[in-house]
Structures are given as C-alpha cells and as structure tokens.
C-alpha cells in the first residue's frame, strides 16, 4: 500500500476514533446529568412535598431524549464496525450488498450517524433548558415553603 494511502487510513481512522469518543462522551454526561438532576428533584419533592407534576416533568424530559442517545451510540458502533469491515486490509473481507461497495456503505451510516447526533444533541440542548427551569420552579417553591416556614434562606 503506498505511504501516503496508508497515512491517510491512519488519520482517517484517528479522526474517527476521536470524533466517536467524543460524542460519546458527550452523551454520557448529558445522561448524568439527567440522572443526577432527576434524583434530586425527586428526593427534594418529598422532602417539601411539592407537587408531583414537576417530577413527572423532569421524567418526561429526560425519557424522551435517552431512546435518541441509545440510537446515536448504536450508529457510532455501526459506523467504527463497517468501517472496519470495509477496510480493504481487513480479515472480514466485506464485499457490500446488492453490488453497492463497503466504502459507500460505511460512508452512507456515517453521514447518517453525523445527521442523528447534530440532531440529538439539538434536542438535547433544549431538554436541558427545559430541565433548568423544571429546576428554577423547584428551588422557587422550596423558597416560597421555608419563608413561610421561617427557615433560612
């Protein structure tokens, strides 16, 4: 294989493994984040005994976001595993489907993959605005009960 090829693959495959680390990363803090805010609002629910429709909010935002996460990791495995498979150094010996070639597989999934996370973390971005404000309202209302109740502030 000639030098410039090969380093080209190696970049390629750097650059990949970087940019799948990373979005990774970023959905798995997204999820601690739900996870983590989640339990508090819980907890600090029954404590005050607010309402439970805040909880019930924050639940609501947080499962409609983590099926789309799960959906975005399982592309990025797809995405390292047919670019794998596509590698013509490879032992897999990929030949493609219905006469379309492994490289235009791997980079139909991978374009398909770059398109679900921009749009994931879009609507991830939103479900943690909208789980700031669930926020806000529980500390406003945790506020409102120790005033009333005399407690520091």
């Known amino acids: 294989m000639d030098m410039k090829v090969q380093t080209g693959v ?5 650059t990949a493994l970087a940019g799948m680390v990373f979005a990774t990363l970023v959905h798995a803090i997204v999820l601690t984040y739900f996870m983590g805010t ?6 600090t629910s029954s404590a005050y005994r607010l309402s439970p429709d805040l909880y019930q909010s924050s639940q609501s935002t947080k499962y409609r976001v983590i099926p789309l996460m799960v959906v975005c990791i399982l592309l990025l495995i797809a995405t390292g595993a047919f670019g794998a498979a596509a ?7 990929f030949k493609g489907w219905f006469g379309i070639t492994p490289a235009k597989i791997h980079l139909t999934i991978a374009i398909a993959t770059l398109l679900a996370n ?10 943690l605005e ?20 005399g407690l520091a502030v």
Do not use: C, T
């Open 130 to 149: 909208k789980s700031g404000q669930i926020i806000e309202m529980v500390l406003a209302e945790v506020r409102r009960i120790r005033i009333e109740k």
């Open 38 to 43: 989640g339990r508090w609002i819980e907890e």
């Open 87 to 93: 590698d013509p150094g490879s032992a897999v010996r």
């Open 10 to 14: 190696q970049y390629h495959f750097l």
């Open 118 to 127: 921009v749009g994931v973390n879009y609507l991830e971005f939103h479900a």
